[in-house]
């Protein structure tokens, strides 16, 4: 990458980064702090499938959020299942509601369409990463990129 495609720190980025090495964190804090909008996935970023549980909590024309696995289910037309990260690309946060055909991050407002993740209302700059999903006997299994 040239200096003019490295995108500047962002100041909340900043803040957060300063706190941390002024509390004796280190290095370690500027990992932390980062407002990358990687997809990190659920379990590490692992390839292997994450079992969600019976498809028919995923509402049509709605979804699920599945916060400690940091993943959402939509459900944009009767049995067509999508899988996104729920990690903002905004900030980092995790989305907490799926309402109205659009995925809802509580931090700073943004929304995303259900039908394919992309960036409905910023301040997001990229869509949700869309991972693999099966529905297998009933079950919802996602498989993070």
Same mark, same amino acid.
């Given at each position: ?6 995108? !500047?720190?962002?100041?909340?980025? /900043? +803040?957060?980064?300063?706190?941390? +090495?002024? !509390? ?5 804090? /500027?990992?932390?702090? #980062?407002?990358?909008? #990687? #997809? ?11 079992? /969600? ?50 995925? /809802?991050?509580?931090?700073?407002? #943004? ?8 960036? !409905? ?6 869509? +949700? ?10 079950? +919802? ?5």
């Amino acid at each position: 990458m040239t200096e003019a495609q490295i995108p !500047a720190p962002s100041r909340r980025t /900043l +803040l957060c980064c300063a706190a941390a +090495l002024a !509390a004796g964190g280190g290095a370690v804090a /500027l990992t932390g702090c #980062s407002s990358s909008s #990687s #997809s990190d996935g659920a379990k590490g970023g692992s390839a292997t499938p994450v079992d /969600l549980g019976a498809a028919t909590e995923v509402p049509v024309g709605g979804g699920k959020v599945y916060r400690e696995q940091k993943i959402v289910v939509t459900q944009p037309e009767a049995g067509q299942y999508k899988a996104f990260s729920a990690k903002c690309t905004h900030a980092g946060c995790v989305v907490d509601q799926v309402k109205g055909g659009q995925i /809802l991050c509580p931090c700073h407002g #943004s929304k995303f369409a259900i039908a394919d993740g992309a960036v !409905a209302d910023g301040p997001a700059p990229t869509p +949700l990463p869309a991972y693999a999903v099966t529905v297998q006997d009933g079950k +919802l299994q996602v498989t993070p990129a």
